[in-house]
């Protein structure tokens, strides 16, 4: 007999209530019932990512809701500024790139976030730049971006902030119209409890109107058509229906918790992640650590491929790995969504044991104890 222990930064693992919802029957998605459920869901999730702008559902992972973002604002020559810190930094630029754009790259140290001066400056040398598009938590790197002082920047010229939610949504602060975003991608896996599935993009009027203007050739999705679906509260075509009535279950556990205890929640067990990696003599990658995932640098001979092997094999614990040139050298534990203090445990358990044996030197429990007087102490 073996349980499984998902420790993944997406998918997370999905809390009862939200599988049950899964189960239900399958109704209809033109029907009066159904329509109650993409309300409510739209409703919530404006409350979860703080704006008043609108927000869509589309059926897709996250990376669709991203490419809707650029599909919509960019067209041939279009200049747009990508931040690439990571691997999905990277992904802006690859996006700006199949839609015929020009991206301006800021490059970033992995493991760092930008500087908003770098962005202010590229912003003022390219006036006609159409969007800058930046990462709340780069996952690659489990580090966060300041998206408040980017918005700072970004506000008072022509360009939209677009801002790539995907995993930090839900786990660390995410003000959407205070900050000045003006759109917020967010997919369903990571911090909002729900399997794969769906995909979110909120737009702010100062996005319409540069969309109205832009020469689009997105059809799935095209917001135009989705803004029109919405205003019947409808979605341009089959609403993923078993997935929609889930979020709704999800949502409310977010909204019934509060977004500031979800918020400390994240907080306190990322702060006993930490603790508990330096406890284990180790060191964290990012000098700007996010609260929804941690990444351990792996100490010299101790291959991440082989330690998730052995977490995974031997343990049922999944963890993720390295990405890019980080392949191997690190591992990656989150605490997005449905977590609490005992699956910090469970991880820095599981691979205290692994490492020890890998013939790595490491005391054991010495992560777990530091991690437990985190979690007792606040
Ligand atoms: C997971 C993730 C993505 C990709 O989402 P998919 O659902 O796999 O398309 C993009 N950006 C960030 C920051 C992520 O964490």
């Known amino acids: 007999m073996k349980k499984s222990y998902l420790a993944t930064p997406g998918p997370s693992p999905v809390p009862q209530e939200v599988r049950l919802a899964l189960a239900q029957e399958i109704i209809h998605h033109r029907t009066k019932e159904f329509q109650n459920y993409l309300a409510q869901a739209a409703a919530d999730l404006k409350k979860i990512f703080r704006t008043e702008a609108d927000v869509f559902i589309m059926a897709a992972s996250g990376t669709g809701a991203m490419e809707a973002s650029v599909a919509n604002v960019i067209g041939p020559g279009d200049k747009a500024i990508t931040i690439e810190g990571g691997k999905f930094g990277e992904r802006w630029t690859e996006l700006v790139k199949a839609y015929g754009g020009t991206p301006i790259v800021l490059k970033v140290e992995w493991g760092e976030g930008p500087a908003a001066d770098d962005v202010a400056e590229m912003l003022a040398a390219n006036p006609d730049t159409k969007a800058v598009y930046a990462t709340l938590c780069e996952t690659s790197t489990a580090s966060v971006q300041d998206i408040q002082a980017l918005g700072k920047v970004v506000a008072p010229t022509a360009a939209l ?17 205070e900050w000045g975003v003006d759109m917020l991608v967010v997919g369903s896996q990571k911090a909002l409890m729900l399997p794969p599935g769906l995909a ?16 689009r050739t997105a059809y799935y999705f095209d917001l135009i058509k989705a803004r029109k679906a919405a205003e019947k509260n409808d979605t341009p075509y089959t609403s993923a229906v078993s997935m929609i009535r889930a979020l709704c279950a999800a949502t409310k556990m977010i909204l019934d918790e509060g977004m500031d205890a979800v918020m400390a929640r994240h907080k306190l067990l990322a702060r006993a992640a930490r603790a508990a990696v330096e406890a284990m003599g180790l060191k964290l990658l990012s000098k700007v650590p996010s609260d929804a995932v941690t990444a351990i640098v792996l100490p010299e001979g101790i291959d991440g491929k082989a330690l998730a092997k052995i977490l995974a094999d031997k343990y049922g ?13 690190i591992i990656r534990i989150a605490t997005m969504g449905y977590m609490d203090q005992f699956d910090v445990i469970t991880a820095i358990a599981a691979i205290e044991m692994a490492l020890s044996e890998m013939g790595h030197k490491v005391a054991l429990g010495s992560g777990v104890a530091a991690a437990q007087k985190v979690l007792i102490n606040g």
């Open 161 to 177: 902030l677009v801002v790539d939610g995907i995993s930090g949504v839900g786990a660390v602060e995410c003000h959407t119209d």
């Open 200 to 215: 979110f993009i909120s737009v702010s009027k100062k996005a319409w109107a540069v969309i109205e203007k832009t020469k």
């Open 317 to 329: 614990v999944t963890v993720a790995g390295g990405q890019g040139p980080l392949t191997g050298k």
